[in-house]
């Protein structure tokens, strides 16, 4: 598909607007559905996902993926692009996710090729770390691949996990068959046999093999070639000579035929890091300086004010969006009062962008390979699925143990839409933008940055559950001491701060020092008290503890599907002592 850098004009056939999304182009198209550019009320991008009518039209299917992108939504931590908001009731079903300007992995190994090692490494751990949360709310992604990773500023991202298994069940009744990307199917996988987290490591690793070197580790057959050898695994393992000393004993470690051999994901994370020898945090540097300035200028062009929409011409007599009955409005003004609002942060399915003009093009026998990663490819064989959690038990409904059933209420929506028989969740309204945050040399305040605006969620954690938010990592996790504060779900909720946490008045450091030690919140915030205590716009700060100031700026809040503290999604920044 032709694109640019915001994608590809949206056609005489695209909705211009869903659930109050004005709809600006097209991103990307897969075998689930039709991705578009958006942006809510503050002018955030965010990243919709129309799914196909023939999954929409089966009952089965709605079901499951609102039991799949529920669960989904409790994924909480970074390297993960959170869905925001689905309906599975209308006449095709959708999801949207927030947006991150970055380039899927397929395709900055087609234009810029292999990455060098320290990339590799820092890539898989960094991976790795979003398949902990992933797996950590009882989902097993089932459909890692190179176009499934997303490479940013601020490191990669993992997107579409949650909705693979909602369509393979479809699939098994609509062709007796299963949707999946062979070449990249641990042996379990590939053979038919239930999965669970150890099968996500394994694509991983695949992942990683082809991301250093161009080539595929088990050779350059086609997809279904590959998926037969890498069922064969026990008896034929892959080929794992010329890779970089420090990345072969993380390929042995991913790339075992038996699941239970495979590493972890929290010793993958922790193997990767002592490889580096740093942290996984320090993302200066970490892609080469072709492919940065590639996704500097995506970024720039994301941010931009968007093109008004306009569809293809189809030449003369053709279709066009007042001869359709479309209505093609400009989203330069604000859009409606009940369109969403979310934060911005990373893309469910990003866009499929031409390389940068700026940016050498080299084309490697890799470019075959991994552009087959982004079709879905029908197995001829007939697999039972399950939702696997992360203890290897399975589960046929949401990460949280509840279970939607048929005719049992609409989903809630996150993002203060109507929904069908007068409900309505609450929003606190547009998000408002901050200027950039100050790192300049003069700061009086003694602290340089280590990152600044990363996207944050911090989401209810359901009923009787208590998660800790460590602004250092960033990460949210089960309770745990030694974190800024916890997010508990008992009596009603509450945030609970272990180190003070104060209002910030400004965006410099020396504001936010200022804020965290002289206008300091209550220790306990509850739940009811939240969105006026701390609205929309409120710039938190703390000394964490490991010394370091960190900002959180709220850019939304909206009513948690579940449990009685309401979701909030962020920006954070981070200083260091100099």
């Known amino acids: 598909m032709a694109a640019g850098m915001t994608g590809e004009r949206l056609r005489a056939e695209d909705p211009r607007e869903i659930a109050g999304y004005r709809l600006l182009a097209r991103i990307g198209e897969g075998g689930m559905g039709t991705v578009y550019l958006s942006r809510t009320r503050g002018g955030q991008p965010v990243a919709l996902k129309v799914i196909r009518r023939e999954y929409g039209g089966d009952a089965d299917f709605r079901r499951r993926f609102e039991q799949e992108v529920q669960a989904a939504r409790r994924v909480q931590g970074y390297h993960v692009v959170p869905v925001v908001d689905h309906d599975t009731t209308g006449e095709q079903p959708w999801l ?46 089932r459909d890692l691949k190179p176009s499934n990773v997303l490479l940013g500023p601020q490191g990669p991202f993992v997107i579409d996990f949650g909705i693979a298994r909602a369509a393979d069940a479809t699939q098994l009744t609509l062709s007796g068959g299963v949707i999946g990307t062979p070449q990249f199917m641990s042996p379990e996988h590939a053979l038919g046999e239930p999965v669970g987290p150890a099968t996500d490591v394994f694509s991983l690793g695949l992942i990683a093999a082809v991301a250093a070197t161009g080539r595929h580790p088990y050779g350059d057959g086609g997809a279904l070639t590959l998926a037969a050898q890498i069922a064969n695994s026990a008896q034929r393992p892959p080929r794992l000579d010329g890779y970089d000393d420090r990345l072969r004993p993380l390929l042995e470690r991913c790339l075992a035929a038996d699941p239970d051999r495979r590493a972890g994901t929290e010793e993958l994370s922790e193997l990767c890091e002592r490889a580096l020898g740093r942290s996984l945090n320090r993302f200066t540097g970490w892609l080469p300086e072709p492919l940065t300035e590639d996704l500097t200028a995506r970024e720039r062009a994301v941010l931009a004010p968007p093109p008004e929409p306009t569809v293809t011409d189809a030449g003369p007599g053709g279709p066009s969006a007042a001869s359709s009955g479309a209505a093609t409005t400009s989203p330069a003004g604000p859009p409606p009062p009940h369109a969403p609002a979310f934060a911005a942060a990373p893309t469910m399915h990003p866009p499929a962008h031409a390389p940068s003009a700026a940016a050498p093009v080299r084309r490697t026998p890799t470019a075959l390979v991994v552009a087959g990663a982004a079709v879905a490819v029908v197995l001829a064989v007939v697999v039972t699925w399950t939702l696997a959690r992360a203890g290897g038990a399975s589960d046929e409904g949401r990460g949280d143990g509840k279970q939607s059933q048929p005719g049992d209420g609409q989903s809630q929506s996150a993002g203060g839409q109507s929904q069908p028989g007068g409900g309505q969740s609450q929003s606190a309204g547009p998000s408002h933008s901050a200027p950039a945050v100050s790192s300049s040399p003069d700061d009086s305040s003694g602290y340089t940055v280590v990152f600044e605006d990363r996207p944050f969620a911090l989401r209810s954690p359901g009923e009787a559950n208590v998660v800790a938010v460590d602004l250092d990592v960033p990460e949210v996790v089960q309770d745990s001491p030694g974190r800024e504060f916890q997010l508990i779900e008992v009596s009603g909720g509450h945030w609970e701060f272990s180190t003070p946490m104060g209002k910030s008045a400004g965006t410099t450091a020396a504001q936010c020092l200022t804020g965290a030690r002289s206008d300091v919140l209550p220790t306990e915030v509850d739940a009811a008290d939240l969105r006026s205590t701390v609205p929309v716009g409120t710039r938190l700060c703390t000394v964490t503890t490991d010394g370091r100031l960190a900002m959180l700026e709220v850019t939304d809040i909206t009513t948690a599907s579940d449990g009685d503290l309401p979701d909030y999604a962020t920006k954070l920044t981070l200083w260091r002592k100099r």
């Open 96 to 141: 949207a996710s927030v947006f991150i300007p970055g380039l899927p992995l397929h395709q900055a190994l087609a234009a810029h090729g292999p990455l060098p090692p320290d990339s590799v490494v820092q890539l898989v751990g960094c991976t790795a770390k979003a398949l902990t949360a992933i797996h950590s709310a009882g989902i097993v992604h």
